[in-house]
């Protein structure tokens, strides 16, 4: 959606810094940040043998029987009546009775995910993909390109490439570092190329709200609010010791992204960084009432996620849960381990004991449930496991079992708990296997 800003409300406090004075450390550099529109629903529009589809309100969702009822993404038509991504199927039918509802196919998804990045490549070996829909392209070098407005000429004939062969639409951000590439894509929506960089910092990126930088959350936003800091300005003009004071390293990151100074490079295509993170969640076909029931559940993504610890040769050191109970809203919780692992068994026992620190199930039943394994290390990290009498033979099973998926699929083996009632866990391993054919 597009933004204006009221000149006479603007933050007009200026702002001194390398950046502005176009002597910061970016100078030079020519950085696109494309994110296809809408994507799934504008997707599913283009491979509708019914071509008046694109003028009417379409939503993708879940499945409905298995309680997975929610807007996972809608288009330009369905946006103007309010509908929103994550909510109820049937509120989003009240706000707009003539929904066309059409169900997900992330097979479809994920090639013409491809298909973009190919495009892509035509234009720069430096593609780095963040999700599905959103990518990161370095122009810096190629022949042709000196300035923004250069990079601007290279996004507005990528948008025009993506329509004619894909049937989709992108918007674009051009600037000299990732970040302001990232906020130029939000900026303007849908088929849109937005440059920001240097010449609109004091007029436009300055007095957007903070939380529009990549990776300022709403506790976050909340925190630097509860100072009266709103906007990016606000942020570039603080200390950044202050700001690491209230924000641990955070702080320090945030005041160089508000400030132009990422300098974080764009990957060659083809390079993966290493996972920060690796999760699972799920939305079961009944509310999650009882402790046995979540943890039925929890040992199935605790399987699931650890398979793919061991598959990456990675443990963590914490485990962070997120729930979300019957009325929608949505918390976190997290754990710090004093040990390595990659073992289900270790990750059950905790996330159980995290959960019942947390919910209260009998009072607030949930919705839905997800775990997270965090602080990844190299798996030759010396493990010392809470069952330390069958370690040894622990990690032998764990090596046979994944050496029988691989070989037979995934639910070849399962753990005897989640045997007994296969309805609950709403085909928890059948998502990792599609996760996995889709890497």
């Known amino acids: 959606m597009s933004r204006t800003f009221d000149e006479k409300t603007q933050n007009t406090k200026e702002f001194f810094c390398p950046y502005t004075s176009n002597h910061g450390i970016n100078r030079g550099r020519v950085v696109l940040h494309a994110d296809l529109n809408n994507f799934f629903a504008s997707v599913e529009c283009a491979n509708s043998p019914d071509r008046s589809i694109f003028s009417k309100p379409v939503a993708v969702c879940g499945n409905i029987e298995m309680r997975h009822g929610i807007i996972l993404a809608k288009n330009e038509k369905a946006k103007l009546y309010g509908v929103k991504t994550g909510e109820k199927i049937s509120d989003a039918k009240k706000k707009c009775p003539s929904l066309i509802l059409m169900g997900a196919h992330y097979d479809l998804y994920m090639r013409y995910s491809r298909a973009a990045r190919k495009i892509y490549q035509r234009y720069t070996d430096r593609v780095e993909p ?44 051009v600037s000299d570092n ?23 910092y004091q007029n436009i990126i300055s007095p957007m709200p903070a939380s529009e930088i990549l990776y300022v ?7 630097l609010r509860s100072y009266g800091i709103t906007t990016i300005g606000d942020v570039a003009r603080q200390n950044p010791h202050f700001l690491k004071s209230i924000l641990g390293k955070n702080g320090e990151a945030l005041y160089t992204y508000c400030r132009g100074e990422d300098t974080s490079p764009v990957a060659l295509f083809g390079e993966v960084p290493a996972a920060k993170s690796m999760g699972n969640s ?20 605790c399987d699931t996620v650890c398979s793919r610890l061991r598959a990456e040769n990675t443990k963590c050191r914490g485990i962070k849960m997120n729930f979300r109970d019957i009325n929608l809203c949505s918390f976190e919780r997290q754990i710090k381990l004093d040990f390595a692992t990659s073992s289900a068994r270790d990750l059950l026992a905790f996330s159980c004991r995290l959960l019942a620190e947390s919910v209260d199930l009998e009072k607030t039943p949930l919705r839905s449930m997800g775990i997270c394994a965090i602080d990844l290390v190299p798996a030759d990290i010396p493990q010392i496991s809470l069952f330390e009498k069958d370690g040894g033979k622990k990690d032998v099973i764990d090596s046979t079992v994944d050496k029988l998926r691989l070989r037979f699929g995934f639910s070849c083996v399962s753990t005897a708990l989640t045997l007994c009632d296969r309805e609950k866990l709403g085909y928890i391993a059948r998502g990792y296997e599609v996760f996995t054919n889709l890497r």
């Open 282 to 301: 799920t939305t079961p076909p009944k509310d999650i009432s009882s402790f046995s029931d979540a943890k039925l559940i929890l040992s199935s993504l």
């Open 217 to 223: 959350g709403r506790s976050t936003a909340a925190r």
């Open 178 to 200: 990732k970040i302001f590439a990232k906020l130029g894509s939000d900026y303007k929506k849908p088929d849109a190329t937005t440059v920001l960089a240097r010449d609109q």
């Open 130 to 173: 963040f999700g599905m829909d959103e990518a990161w392209l370095e122009l810096t070098g190629n022949d042709g390109i000196c300035t923004v407005e250069d990079g601007k000429r290279v996004a507005d004939e990528i948008r025009k490439v993506l329509k004619e062969e894909l049937g989709i639409t992108a918007s674009v951000g």
